[in-house]
């Protein structure tokens, strides 16, 4: 059973903090082991990612094996069918489309003094594209991060994606292709995240690592970040969904279940304002679950992280869901459009009961990298904004350092920093003496 929360209740701020609180990802333990993987890989390399991979992949490969030649992606695409192929390419259009609207302007303008300023957008050099492929695998993540980075210029591509067992799916090749992937290697986990950040014999370092994956990966990318970019932290996926009673149970229940058979740590919430609709969810859940081919994840992660918050309104719905700051936010309600304008922690928001979450997963447009674990108050999704950075521009005249510049000379001094001064001043005296 989920947990079930009523707003009514005496107790349900205490069962509602308890709730956000849960340990889903960042356990102590994780971080431990991911700490001395990354240490590992810097001391020993190559020869570290190999045995990692055959400890927690069961695979042993070399160095010459670690990436996928072209003759192994040839063939390998070369085995999927015209109905599979017709979908990525379909969706990598779909992604492509989406995202190129992303890509900001630069700008350049004269102020009032004559100085000129703006700034000027470039893409990162080489960037590291995490693909999970723990527990399932994730064609869809290919496109969803290769996309945004080729979009955005990024010259060198590079993407990690375990095979356990050496099963590979010839999808996850084919929409690399599809998407203008540089380099694959089958390598997983914090070993991958290592690799990439800090370079092997074989593996040349990026500048950027973006993608989803569980917590091990997730543990990586926080304590990498610094030596390279990273996107956010994409951990176990989550969704709440908030519907009311005019909708069909059994659509809500395997939405629901869409995220939970991520991951035994994946996250499914119902908030509605119907108790009786809460408990036809609840069972709806329980009766797919029977059948479910992943039920052996999904289960579990509803019955330990699923709940369901019976709420006396919509707008308590509203401010509940605030809080979470969910990764994925379905609507299901009359009024889902009114509703969605006021929200403002949410990772993405789905509209309507015409509008289920998976859709976003594979075909929808937007990207499905999204912040998780209640990090969307601050962060966002994955984007072509992921993948470059601003550089900014400043051209003084005669005119506009007579204008500014003796205003910097005195804000150095108040810091005590007399070249800073100096190096205005000696500006300044030239113009004053001519
Ligand atoms: N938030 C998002 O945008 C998003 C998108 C897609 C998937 N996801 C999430 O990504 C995750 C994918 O997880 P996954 O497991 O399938 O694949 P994964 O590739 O993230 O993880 C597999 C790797 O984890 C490492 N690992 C496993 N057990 C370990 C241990 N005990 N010690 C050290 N390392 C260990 C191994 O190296 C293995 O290669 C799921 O949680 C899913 O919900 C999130
Ligand atoms: N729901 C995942 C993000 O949390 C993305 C995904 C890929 N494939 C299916 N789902
Ligand atoms: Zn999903």
């Given at each position: 059973?989920p947990?079930?929360?009523?707003?009514?209740?005496?107790n349900?701020?205490?069962e509602?903090?308890?709730?956000?609180?849960m340990?889903?990802e960042?356990?102590?333990?994780?971080?431990?082991?991911?700490?001395d993987?990354?240490?590992?890989?810097r001391a020993?390399?190559?020869?570290?990612?190999?045995?990692?991979?055959?400890?927690?992949?069961?695979?042993?490969?070399?160095?010459?094996?670690?990436?996928?030649?072209?003759?192994?992606?040839?063939?390998e695409?070369?085995?999927?069918?015209?109905?599979?192929?017709?979908?990525?390419?379909?969706?990598?259009?779909?992604?492509?489309?989406?995202?190129?609207?992303?890509?900001?302007?630069?700008?350049?303008?004269?102020?009032?003094?004559g100085?000129?300023?703006?700034?000027?957008?470039?893409?990162?050099s080489?960037?590291?594209?995490?693909?999970?492929?723990?527990?399932?695998?994730?064609?869809?993540?290919v496109?969803?991060?290769?996309?945004?980075?080729?979009?955005?210029?990024?010259?060198?591509?590079?993407?990690?994606?375990?095979?356990?067992?050496?099963?590979?799916?010839?999808?996850?090749?084919?929409?690399?292709?599809?998407?203008?992937?540089?380099?694959?290697?089958?390598?997983?986990?914090?070993?991958?995240?290592?690799?990439?950040?800090?370079?092997?014999d074989t593996?040349?370092?990026?500048?950027?690592?973006?993608?989803?994956?569980?917590?091990?990966?997730?543990?990586?990318?926080?304590?990498?970040?610094?030596?390279?970019?990273?996107?956010?932290?994409?951990?176990?996926?989550?969704?709440?969904?908030?519907?009311?009673?005019?909708?069909?149970?059994?659509?809500?229940?395997?939405?629901?279940?869409?995220?939970?058979?991520h991951?035994?740590?994946?996250?499914?919430?119902?908030i509605?304002?119907?108790?009786?609709?809460?408990?036809?969810?609840?069972?709806?859940?329980?009766?797919?679950?029977?059948?479910?081919e992943r039920?052996?994840?999904?289960?579990?992660?509803?019955?330990?992280?699923?709940?369901?918050?019976?709420?006396?309104?919509?707008?308590?719905?509203?401010?509940?869901?605030?809080?979470?700051?969910?990764?994925?936010?379905?609507?299901?309600?009359?009024d889902?459009?009114d509703?969605?304008?006021k929200?403002r922690?949410?990772?993405?928001?789905?509209?309507?009961?015409?509008?289920?979450?998976?859709?976003?997963d594979?075909?929808?447009?937007?990207?499905h990298?999204?912040?998780?674990?209640?990090?969307?108050r601050?962060?966002?999704?994955?984007?072509?904004?992921?993948?470059?950075?601003?550089t900014?521009?400043?051209?003084?005249?005669?005119?506009?350092?007579?204008?500014?510049?003796?205003?910097?000379?005195?804000?150095?001094?108040?810091?005590?920093?007399?070249?800073?001064?100096?190096?205005?001043?000696a500006?300044?005296?030239?113009?004053?003496?001519?």
């Amino acid at each position: 059973m989920p947990h079930f929360l009523n707003t009514l209740d005496d107790n349900f701020e205490a069962e509602f903090i308890a709730l956000m609180g849960m340990k889903r990802e960042d356990s102590p333990d994780v971080d431990a082991v991911v700490a001395d993987i990354i240490a590992d890989v810097r001391a020993r390399g190559d020869a570290a990612v190999l045995e990692l991979t055959a400890k927690f992949d069961r695979l042993e490969l070399t160095p010459e094996t670690m990436r996928f030649s072209d003759a192994e992606i040839e063939s390998e695409c070369a085995k999927v069918d015209d109905e599979d192929r017709a979908a990525l390419e379909m969706a990598a259009a779909r992604i492509r489309a989406y995202h190129e609207r992303q890509m900001p302007a630069d700008a350049w303008w004269e102020d009032e003094t004559g100085a000129a300023l703006g700034w000027r957008w470039s893409a990162v050099s080489a960037a590291g594209l995490y693909v999970p492929g723990g527990l399932a695998s994730y064609p869809s993540s290919v496109l969803m991060n290769a996309i945004p980075a080729k979009v955005a210029g990024v010259d060198r591509l590079a993407i990690v994606v375990p095979t356990p067992d050496g099963v590979v799916n010839p999808l996850v090749l084919l929409a690399a292709k599809i998407a203008g992937v540089d380099e694959i290697y089958r390598i997983g986990g914090a070993q991958a995240v290592a690799a990439l950040a800090y370079g092997t014999d074989t593996i040349a370092p990026v500048d950027k690592i973006t993608g989803p994956g569980n917590a091990f990966v997730a543990a990586a990318k926080r304590r990498v970040f610094g030596k390279v970019g990273i996107d956010m932290i994409a951990g176990p996926s989550e969704i709440l969904v908030i519907a009311d009673k005019d909708n069909d149970p059994d659509w809500i229940a395997v939405d629901l279940l869409s995220q939970a058979e991520h991951d035994e740590s994946a996250q499914s919430i119902l908030i509605t304002d119907d108790a009786d609709f809460g408990r036809a969810v609840a069972a709806a859940v329980e009766k797919q679950l029977e059948t479910l081919e992943r039920r052996a994840i999904a289960g579990p992660s509803w019955r330990d992280f699923g709940a369901v918050i019976v709420v006396k309104d919509m707008e308590e719905a509203v401010r509940l869901s605030d809080r979470i700051a969910p990764e994925h936010l379905e609507i299901c309600t009359n009024d889902a459009e009114d509703l969605q304008t006021k929200i403002r922690h949410a990772g993405a928001i789905f509209i309507g009961s015409w509008t289920p979450e998976a859709i976003g997963d594979y075909i929808g447009g937007p990207n499905h990298v999204l912040p998780t674990a209640r990090s969307a108050r601050f962060s966002s999704g994955l984007s072509v904004m992921d993948f470059i950075k601003r550089t900014t521009l400043s051209r003084m005249t005669p005119d506009a350092l007579l204008a500014i510049g003796p205003s910097a000379e005195r804000l150095a001094k108040s810091e005590s920093l007399e070249a800073h001064g100096l190096s205005v001043r000696a500006r300044l005296d030239r113009l004053n003496k001519g």
